[in-house]
Antibody
Framework: QVQVVQSGAEVKKPGASLKVSCKAS????????IHWVRQAPGQGLEWMGI????????SSAPNFQGRVTMTKDMSTSTAYLELYSLRSDDTAVYFC????????????WGQGTLVVVSS | QSALTQPASVSGPPGQSITISCTGT?????????VSWYQQHPGKAPKVMIY???KRPSGVSDRFSGSKSDNTASLTISGLQAEDEADYYC??????????FGSGTRVTVL
């Protein structure tokens, strides 16, 4: 059974930075693309970016370019999302998702991390 | 990169079939077979229902089917059941190794 476990909820001040972690089991981490998706309260899903299986490449949505960093620590099977210069509209649940190599779909979702940005 | 366009809501009585559309552009939906659909119940993480336009993952009911024509993808739910009531999102591979989600559709079983 594949498991993706994310770090806990956070409260941040405007202008601060955020770092969310995501630990995936075994081959799920080493062989799969990891996506980051967020969902603002009462809103739809928003794709943020992707990090390649080996961690040597990333791609992010135009809305986040220059404001996001995605990394992978292969030694601990943990992926990280960093988002800078937080604004109130960054308040959302952030999901880490492992792509299925068999289907190319966003198959294995973490439980989500609630981030509230408020002064 | 704008969200793909979906109807805000679709409804139907139990047993009926409904179809949700997902309209993009020639840079995303119209240019890829990497179109997938996700079901999300309140407070839960999304679940993939369809991948590569019309393929079902193991364990997903065959009442769910997908198709695509030009820049529009569609999800059909046949024999609507109470547990199908949820939000549904399409997702497409887009240019420059990016993805884009649809705006989401609330399905209500009357």
């Amino acid at each position: 059974q594949v498991q993706v476990v994310q770090s806990g909820a956070e409260v941040k001040k405007p202008g601060a930075s955020l770092k969310v972690s995501c630990k995936a089991s075994g081959s799920t981490f080493t062989n799969n693309y990891i996506h980051w998706v967020r969902q603002a309260p009462g809103q739809g899903l928003e794709w943020m970016g992707i990090i390649y299986p080996s961690g040597d490449g990333t791609s992010s949505a135009p809305n986040f370019q220059g404001r996001v960093t995605m990394t992978k620590d292969m030694s601990t099977s943990t992926a990280y999302l960093e988002l800078y210069s937080l604004r109130s509209d960054d308040t959302a649940v952030y999901f880490c998702v492992s792509e299925s190599p068999a289907t190319g779909s966003l198959q294995y979702w973490g439980q989500g991390t609630l981030v509230v940005v408020s002064s | 990169q704008s969200a793909l366009t979906q109807p805000a809501s679709v409804s139907g009585p139990p047993g009926q079939s409904i179809t949700i559309s997902c309209t993009g552009t020639s840079s995303d939906v119209g240019n890829t077979d990497l179109v997938s659909w996700y079901q999300q119940h309140p407070g839960k993480a999304p679940k993939v229902m369809i991948y590569e336009v019309n393929k079902r993952p193991s364990g997903v009911s065959d009442r769910f089917s997908g198709s695509k024509s030009d820049n529009t993808a569609s999800l059909t739910i046949s024999g609507l059941q109470a547990e199908d009531e949820a939000d549904y999102y399409c997702c497409s591979f887009a240019s420059g190794i990016t993805y884009v989600f649809g705006s989401g559709t609330r399905v209500t079983v009357l």
